[in-house]
């Protein structure tokens, strides 16, 4: 009851091309991945900036005022 058939999965995909159709599948998925990609890049950004050292600098005071 926990897995799923081969005819289960072609019940899907028939369901799945006749909603979307043939030729808005492609696009769908090409966005799909487009996400995926994008969520992948915003996550190794975070990496970096969590892994590099931080400054901390106060942006309100002058260079000069600085001590």
Same mark, same amino acid.
């Given at each position: 009851? =926990?897995?799923f058939s081969?005819?289960?999965?072609?019940v899907? #995909?028939? %369901? %799945? #091309? !006749? #909603? /979307?159709?043939? =030729? @808005? #599948? &492609?696009?769908?998925?090409?966005? /799909?991945a @487009?996400? %995926?990609?994008?969520?992948?890049?915003?996550m190794? *950004?975070d990496? +970096?900036?969590?892994?590099s &050292?931080?400054? !901390?600098? *106060?942006? =309100? +005071? &002058?260079?000069?005022?600085?001590?």
């Open positions: 009851m =926990g897995s081969l005819t289960h999965w072609l899907v #995909l028939a %369901i %799945i #091309l !006749i #909603l /979307f159709g043939a =030729g @808005k #599948l &492609p696009r769908v998925m090409g966005d /799909f @487009k996400g %995926i990609k994008n969520f992948k890049a915003g190794k *950004d990496d +970096e900036l969590a892994s &050292p931080a400054r !901390i600098e *106060d942006a =309100g +005071e &002058p260079a000069d005022r600085k001590a």
